[in-house]
């Protein structure tokens, strides 16, 4: 009887493991169901991720050679750097004109084609220079935390 009675409740535990099981079993399908898009989709943005991530350091890397050649174009051969140098020595020759053109009773701009130009010019420099090399400045501060621009000033 011993053997019966475990052969019985051996059945029942396996009738209940299987109701069990199809339960789990459902749930658990239904589940990896569901979840499947996003594994897919995940799996395949994190297989590419590596390749994407080394493209915009490439991209990031090319970008700060372009700038640094573009403002080291700009600054150390262009004459913008220049300007003060360029209007200081301006003003003194026009104040030069001036003075001897009062003394002779002649316009300046009757000596220089481009008078009226200068003085337009030189009446603008110092606010003008000053906010070119304030630019000059923030593009160096930005660029060097980003990407260690060297300063030419």
């Known amino acids: 009887m011993a053997i019966k009675l475990n052969q019985v409740v051996l ?3 396996k009738n ?3 109701d069990s099981l199809k339960k789990v079993d459902l749930s658990l399908v239904s ?5 499947f898009d996003w594994l897919e989709q995940s799996y395949s943005e994190a297989s590419y991720g590596a390749e994407f991530m080394r493209e915009w350091e490439d991209k990031i890397l090319d970008f ?3 700038l640094s050649i573009a ?3 700009y600054v150390v051969n262009g004459a913008g750097y ?4 360029a209007y200081t ?3 003194v020759k026009i104040e ?4 001897k053109s009062e003394e002779l009773g002649i316009n300046p701009s009757e000596l220089v084609s481009n008078y009226e130009e200068i003085k337009d010019i030189l009446s603008n420099a110092e606010s003008v220079d000053s906010e070119f090399k304030n630019a000059y400045k923030e593009v160096l501060r930005q660029a060097n935390e980003r990407f260690g621009l060297a300063d030419f000033s």
């Open 82 to 85: 220049s300007f003060e140098e």
């Open 89 to 91: 020595d301006m003003r």
């Open 71 to 73: 403002v080291d174009n």
């Open 96 to 99: 030069e004109l001036e003075s």
């Open 64 to 66: 700060g050679t372009e």
């Open 31 to 35: 589940d990896i169901d569901n979840e």
């Open 16 to 18: 209940a493991k299987k």
């Open 11 to 13: 059945n029942k535990l």
